[in-house]
Each structure stands twice: as structure tokens, then as C-alpha cells.
């Protein structure tokens, strides 16, 4: 009896196959989820983070702070803006303790595998094993024995 090969399939059928298959739509919807929170992210230090902290500044703006160096030879002025530096920085941790945060409840619900954890395993393998490696190690020095004296 022979089996025969799978029908063809079309290309769209493929290509919807390959989507179900490894899990590229989850991946999509996943991608335009966390493009629109760190949207979400970075208005909320824009807009409440930034002029909070910015009234504690002189210049009344966290982006708004910046350094400038002019050049002696051609008076060329270089800024450092390292307010919207720093800004970005709160704006990444923010991001990475949503993220974090997402994935401690993920877990919980056993929706995401945890990987720092090692699985469960047999606790007694190791000495089952060794147990049954010294029977038969046993086992075959008697008969070593009961030979030699035979």
C-alpha cells in the first residue's frame, strides 16, 4: 500500500499555511500593539513627565536642556541636547517595565513559558540509574566470579 503525496495546494493556500503554521499574524497584531503603547509611552513623558520635571529646571523643560560649544576658528555653534536625551532614556524604561510587567501576568496565567525556570524532572533518575547501572555491574562481577571458580 502505497500513500500518496498530499494534494497540491494553491499558492494562497500556502502562504495561509505558512501564516497559521508559525504564527506570523500573532506576531503582526503583537508588532502594531507595541507600536501604538510605545506611541502611547512617549506622549505620556511628552506630555505629563516632561513639564513636571521640567518645573524644577530653569529652563522649564526637560527636552529644553541642552549645552552649546562654539567653535573659536569659525564660530560654528554645536548643541548638545541632552534633555531630550534623558527624556528618551524614561521613555525606554518606561517601555521595558510595561513589557516586564506584561510578561509577569502572562506568566502567571501559564500564557507565556517561562524560561528561567528548569522544568521538572525526576529528582530520582539520577540514582534509579546509577542503581540499576551497579545491579547489572553486580550481577556480572558474580558471574565473573562463579566462572573463574567454575
Known amino acids: 500500500m502505497v500513500d500518496e503525496p498530499p494534494p497540491k495546494q494553491g499558492f494562497v493556500q500556502e502562504f495561509m499555511g505558512f501564516l497559521k503554521t508559525f504564527g506570523i499574524i500573532g506576531l503582526a497584531i503583537a508588532f502594531v500593539i507595541g507600536a501604538a503603547a510605545s506611541k502611547l509611552v512617549t506622549a505620556f513623558v511628552n506630555d505629563i513627565i516632561n513639564p513636571i ?5 530653569p529652563s522649564g523643560d526637560l527636552k529644553g536642556l541642552q549645552s552649546s560649544i562654539v567653535n573659536s576658528a569659525t564660530g560654528a555653534v554645536s548643541e548638545f541636547k541632552y534633555g531630550d536625551f534623558i527624556a528618551n532614556i524614561i521613555d525606554f524604561l518606561i ?56
Open 95 to 150: 517601555i521595558a517595565l510595561i513589557v516586564f510587567i506584561m510578561y509577569k501576568v502572562l506568566s502567571r496565567f501559564k500564557l507565556v513559558e517561562d524560561k528561567t525556570k528548569k522544568p521538572e524532572s525526576n529528582k530520582n533518575y539520577f540514582f534509579l540509574k546509577n542503581k540499576s547501572q551497579n545491579n547489572t555491574h553486580n550481577m556480572r562481577s558474580r558471574a565473573m566470579k562463579l566462572y573463574v571458580r567454575g
Open 53 to 57: 520635571v521640567g518645573l524644577a529646571l
